[in-house]
């Protein structure tokens, strides 16, 4: 099974994330989600929804157990999370949608949350990251 790092940020755009994490629990994919605080609060705004139904939304709750795909979220403040580490291996990352903030910060290597060193761990390991 591949794994996919998807981190979802404060741009608008919220709908992609979603759409995109539901095409790869669709599929053979172990997906790690990794949202922002801005991005907790872009999902309840666009999504006309509160934030104690996101995990719900992202992980597809509602969906059969025949689902190849999983899905995984983890704290945005949780710097000891696997995908912190280049030694928990991946096949890429896509930041979804990425903000300006997050695009700075990865662009210098400016690591303030679990989102932002999933991407630098990206780039250190030369796996795809699409932003």
Do not use: W
């Not at 599929?27 to 999504?47: D, Y």
């Amino acid at each position: 099974m591949k794994k996919i790092v998807v981190g979802i940020t404060g741009a608008s755009g919220a709908l992609y994330a979603v759409k995109l994490i539901s095409v790869l629990r669709k599929n053979p994919v172990e997906s790690h989600v990794v949202i922002s605080e801005m991005g907790v609060q872009v999902l309840e705004h666009e999504l006309r929804i509160n934030r104690k139904e996101i995990p719900l939304i992202l992980t597809g709750s509602q969906e059969s157990d025949e689902t190849p795909g999983k899905t995984i979220i983890h704290d945005v403040r949780d710097m000891f999370a696997p995908v912190a580490s280049g030694s928990f291996q991946t096949n890429g990352m896509v930041i979804i949608p990425c903000s300006m903030k997050t695009l700075s910060a990865v662009a210098n290597g400016y690591t303030t949350n679990l989102l932002e060193r999933a991407a630098d761990v990206a780039l250190k390991e030369k796996l795809p990251l699409i932003l």
